[in-house]
């Protein structure tokens, strides 16, 4: 019997020197202060002191000087491509109800098919190339108007909006681009104040995991 457990305790030994070491022994006092919040149990036969693992800082590695939120540039690539995503599906949706209208008095067969894709598709493009611009337009403003002024706020959204809207409806005359710069103010200052609602109403600021 006692053979037995000295041998068991020879393979143990044997086992922790082959990986480093046996594994260290805390006592209760040490391992109550560390939090494992997300973490799942430890095993006991982990040859790591738990509290190096416990991160205080951010998961990820910055450049020297780089801001931890991407810049407009950076951001310019997802708005249009998200714009023009976006322009597609509801163009592609009011054509399909488009074209469900206007050949409602055919029959189900393949030249009402085509003429109800034609509609989606026809919808679609036009959606997406509307959009697309718009927001082409209000990345380029965005970011030579950051450029410009060698700071990052909401009065470059508020600009560069209402710059969008002027340019976008500059064929229309000046009453075009009056309205157009309008609804560009009127948007981008609703964007500003939805960003800073957390600021103004004295609330924490919300964040997202």
């Not at 457990?5 to 209760?28: D, I, M, R, T």
């Not at 493009?125 to 718009?134: D, F, H, R, V």
């Not at 209000?138 to 508020?158: L, M, Q």
Request: charged share 15%; proline share 4%; net charge positive.
């Amino acid at each position: 019997m006692d053979n037995n457990s000295q041998g068991s305790g020879g393979v143990k030994a044997g086992l922790g020197s082959l990986f480093g070491g046996g594994a260290p022994q805390y006592s209760n006092t040490e391992l109550a202060g560390v939090p494992l919040t997300g973490m799942s149990p430890l095993s006991p036969y982990l040859n790591v002191d738990p509290r190096f693992l416990v991160q205080d800082t951010d998961e990820f590695i910055l450049p020297t000087g780089a801001n931890k939120t991407r810049g407009r540039f950076e951001l310019a690539f997802f708005t249009i491509g998200g714009s023009c995503m976006t322009g597609a599906t509801f163009g592609a949706l009011n054509g399909l109800r488009m074209g469900l209208k206007e050949t409602r008095d055919m029959a189900w067969s393949k030249p009402r098919n085509v003429q109800i894709l034609n509609m989606v598709t026809r919808q679609g493009a036009s959606w997406a190339n509307t959009l697309g611009s718009i927001a082409l337009l209000y990345s380029a403003f965005g970011v030579a108007i950051e450029k410009a002024r060698g700071a990052e706020d909401d009065i470059n959204t508020v600009a560069a909006g209402t710059l969008t809207g002027m340019l976008f409806k500059s064929g229309g005359g000046l009453k075009g681009v009056a309205r157009g710069g309008l609804v560009g103010l009127a948007l981008s200052g609703a964007y500003a104040l939805y960003n800073n609602w957390d600021h103004l109403t004295g609330s924490p600021p919300s964040r997202l995991y």
